[in-house]
C-alpha cells in the first residue's frame, strides 16, 4: 500500500496530475451576480433571492447556491418570456451527484411530458474569456397540473403547452448538457480540481418548448460570462475567498 501511494504521488508530480481533487471555493458569493444582465440591462432582478429551507440544503448537497427571479424589460408581463427563474448550484468537489429537475420535480408530483427530454443549442454565447461559443443545454417539459412545483396556480386549458425548464453544467471552465458527462470532466487527472456549477433556467409561464427555447437561449447569451465572473477561473490555481452562502449575500 505506501509503495502503491507513493507510485501514484510520484506520477502526479512527474506528469503534473492532480488524482485526490482538495475542495475549491467560490472567488466571491453567488448572490454578487449583477442585478441587471444584458445589453441595455435588459434582464433586472425582481424581488429578493430566496432561502431554502435547512433540510433542502442538505438534500441539495451544497450552501452555495442562488434562487433569483428576472423579468425581461423588453417585453410585456402578459409576454411568454417576461418572467424567467435562475437557479445556480455551486459543488467545490467532485462528490456531489447533479440535482436536476428530472428528479427533484418529478419527486414534487410533476409529470413529464412524453416528448419532455430535448437538447439544444445556444449560438454565439460569449464566455467570461472573451471567446464565443454554442453550448447546448438539457430541456425538460412537464404536463401542466393544477398546481405547479412553484406554487403557481392554472386552468386546465393549456393545450400542447408545457412547463419547461433547462439547465447546464459548467464543469472546471467547460459545459456540459448531460448529467452523465460532469463526472467524466471532473475526474480528469489533469485538472487540480473537481468543481461544477448546474446553471438552470425555468419559464413560468406554459408555452411551446420552442419558444421556451429561445427564452432561455436569449437569457444565457445576456448572462453567462456575468455568472461565470463568480465561479471559479480554470485558468487560476489561486483558491477564491467567497464567504456565506449564495443566497444570502445582499446585491
Not at 441595455?40 to 432582478?45: K, M, N, Q, S
Not at 406554487?151 to 403547452?161: C, H, P, Q, R, V
Not at 463526472?183 to 487527472?189: C, E, I, N
Not at 489533469?190 to 411551446?208: F, G, L, M, N, R
Amino acid at each position: 500500500l505506501v509503495s502503491g501511494f507513493g507510485v501514484s504521488r510520484g506520477l502526479e508530480a512527474a506528469l503534473s496530475l492532480t488524482f485526490d481533487k482538495p475542495y475549491l471555493p467560490l472567488p466571491r458569493p453567488l448572490s454578487s451576480l449583477r442585478s441587471l444582465l444584458g445589453e441595455d440591462a435588459r434582464y433586472r432582478a425582481e424581488g429578493v433571492d430566496e432561502n431554502l429551507d435547512p433540510d433542502i440544503v442538505e438534500t441539495l448537497g451544497t450552501k452555495e447556491y442562488l434562487l433569483r427571479h428576472y423579468v425581461d424589460t423588453t417585453k410585456k408581463p402578459t409576454d411568454v418570456g417576461y418572467d424567467l427563474r435562475l437557479n445556480l448550484n455551486y459543488y467545490g468537489t467532485g462528490s456531489a451527484t447533479p440535482h436536476v429537475p428530472e428528479i427533484c420535480w418529478a419527486g414534487a408530483g410533476m409529470q413529464e411530458a412524453a416528448d419532455s427530454k430535448q437538447e439544444f443549442v445556444v449560438k454565439n454565447v460569449r464566455r467570461r474569456n472573451g471567446k464565443v461559443e454554442d453550448i447546448r443545454m438539457r430541456m425538460i417539459c412537464f404536463i401542466p397540473n393544477q398546481t405547479d412545483a412553484s406554487g403557481l396556480s392554472f386552468g386546465a386549458d393549456t393545450g400542447n403547452k408545457t412547463l419547461n425548464v433547462a439547465y447546464l453544467f459548467e464543469v472546471n471552465g467547460k459545459c456540459v448538457a448531460q448529467p452523465q458527462e460532469v463526472t467524466g470532466q471532473f475526474w480528469q487527472a489533469s485538472s487540480k480540481y473537481a468543481y461544477h456549477t448546474k446553471i438552470e433556467v425555468t419559464v413560468p409561464a406554459y408555452c411551446d418548448s420552442k419558444e421556451a427555447q429561445q427564452v432561455i437561449s436569449d437569457f444565457i447569451r445576456a448572462s453567462l460570462a456575468d455568472i461565470e465572473e463568480c465561479l471559479p477561473d480554470p485558468q487560476d490555481d489561486t483558491p477564491g475567498q467567497a464567504t456565506g452562502t449564495g443566497a444570502r449575500e445582499t446585491r
